[in-house]
């Protein structure tokens, strides 16, 4: 039987001078070097599919970021962008806030980190590991029942809810240290099935170089 993937593609890098955990506000759009991003993720996927990939569906967060990043590979593809709240970032209660651990040190936070294993701040790991594979089984079964078996579907969502899922998937603890995880700016995350089977996790880079001096804020 094909492999049916599901590649979770990180979006590009934000316009964000002043540092903030942005979160979920809206507005927070692509700077010129996530622009560039995100045409690299779209040649990376046009190249897959002119070497004989299946690529036929095409799913976004509806933040602006992932929809500005999904854009490109949607005109080099030719394929709809279907907008999905499951696949959104991470609700956070420090969304909005700049220079964070400085502001950590404010007493009236510390209700918020008494649990960092579920986490205390902000949407429980567990929960965006749920909505995540909900999303993804949903659209991979879709595409299944259009294109058939080998068919692969590219999801453009955040950093912290790709984690998670990857370390759902490799039956690792949820909880982590946000500075190790694998997930860089434009990244993607492939997940292979057989048939309802989910047999690997793959990762790669399509524009590493343009990864140096990129602002990476752990969970945006």
């Not at 969304?95 to 964070?100: I, N, R």
């Not at 595409?143 to 370390?167: D, F, K, M, Y």
């Not at 759902?168 to 603890?173: H, L, R, T």
């Not at 946000?178 to 996790?201: H, I, N, Y």
Request: charged fraction near 25%.
């Amino acid at each position: 039987m094909p492999l049916t993937t599901v590649h979770l593609l990180r979006h590009g890098e934000v316009f964000n001078p002043d540092r903030i955990l942005y979160g979920r506000i809206p507005g927070f759009g692509l700077s010129e070097l996530g622009f560039k991003m995100a045409d690299a993720a779209g040649e990376y996927f046009a190249q897959r599919q002119a070497d004989g990939a299946n690529v036929v569906r095409l799913v976004a967060s509806p933040l602006i970021r992932a929809q500005q990043t999904a854009a490109p590979v949607s005109r080099l593809l030719n394929l709809p962008i279907h907008s999905d709240d499951r696949v959104i970032e991470a609700g956070n209660k420090l969304q909005g806030l700049s220079k964070v651990a400085d502001q950590l040190r404010q007493p009236k936070y510390w209700p918020l980190l008494v649990n960092p294993l579920k986490p205390s701040w902000g949407e429980p790991y567990a929960q965006q590991v749920q909505r995540m594979r909900e999303a993804m089984d949903e659209h991979r079964r879709a595409a299944v029942a259009e294109h058939g078996e080998g068919s692969e579907v590219i999801i453009v969502s955040h950093q912290l809810p790709i984690w998670v899922t990857r370390r759902a998937a490799e039956k690792k603890p949820l909880w982590h240290d946000p500075r190790q995880r694998e997930c860089t700016l434009a990244s993607v995350t492939s997940f292979d099935f057989e048939g309802d089977e989910l047999v690997s996790v793959r990762y790669t880079e399509p524009s590493p170089e343009l990864l140096a001096g990129a602002a990476n804020i752990p969970g945006a």
